[in-house]
């Protein structure tokens, strides 16, 4: 089992919608939680951070984290076309490099 | 600030031939990275360095070897490409070793092996 599962998509809504992305992962000594957002032909951007459980709202992105299900989530609300990209969750124990999942590519349709 | 840049953007070689992805940040970040991207496969790591003077294998080490020069700079050399080689791969930089760390990433080079 690898350590970060992440559904690969592709995920297509329309404008307005509200988009769940999903990670689950392994190994219960991560505590830091990130989700990196990349754009066609560019590099992985840090969208939200989050440290242990819980959750972290910025704008219109939430992330969540149940440690007690290993799972960790990032909600869209009010999804627009800007926000096509690729979604990628990246977990750590801190000690150790970051572990990235493979992906999702979301596509907002206006 | 550039941030983290990398050269070249794109690159065609034919299988045996070598060469030197080159990868430079001007934040005074104390550690840097490789990675390769596949379809499917997403950002899986090759090489990284905690700090100046160190390296370490990452996941996918095998046919890749690194280079430190300085702070500054961290490259990475394929010495006899293989079309399984063929990927995007991108450098990063944080501040820190760690996971806890954002990652800065370059544009990344588009490596294309016959």
């Known amino acids: 089992q690898k350590e970060v599962e992440q559904d690969p998509g592709p995920l297509s809504v329309p404008e307005g919608a509200i988009v769940s992305l999903n990670c689950t992962y392994s190994?219960?000594?991560?505590?830091?939680f990130m989700w990196y957002r990349q754009y066609s032909r560019k590099g992985p951007e840090l969208l939200m951070y989050?440290?242990?459980?819980g959750n972290k709202e910025d704008g219109r992105f939430t992330a969540q984290v149940d440690k007690s299900s290993k799972y960790i989530s990032l909600f869209i609300r009010d999804s627009q076309p800007s926000d096509s990209a690729t979604y990628l969750c990246?977990?750590?124990?801190?000690?150790?490099?970051?572990?990235f999942g493979k992906g999702t590519r979301l596509s907002v349709i206006a | 600030n550039a941030g983290v840049t990398q050269t070249p953007k794109f690159q065609v070689l034919k299988t045996g031939q070598s060469m030197t992805l080159q990868c430079a940040q001007d934040?005074?970040?104390?550690?840097m990275y490789w990675y390769r991207q596949d379809p499917g496969m997403g950002l899986r790591l090759i090489y990284y360095?905690?700090?100046?003077?160190?390296?370490d294998k990452g996941e996918v080490p095998n046919g890749y070897n690194v280079s430190r020069l300085n702070k500054r700079e961290f490259s990475l050399r394929l010495e006899s490409a293989a079309p399984s080689q063929t990927s995007v791969y991108f450098c990063?930089?944080?501040?820190?070793?760690?996971?806890?760390?954002?990652?800065?990433f370059g544009p990344g080079t588009r490596l294309t092996v016959l």
């Open positions: 990063a930089s944080s501040a820190l070793a760690g996971g806890s760390n954002e990652q800065f």
């Open positions: 934040m005074n970040h104390n550690s």
């Open positions: 360095s905690a700090s100046e003077g160190t390296t």
């Open positions: 989050t440290y242990s459980s």
């Open positions: 990246a977990i750590s124990s801190g000690n150790t490099p970051l572990v």
């Open positions: 190994n219960s000594a991560f505590q830091y």
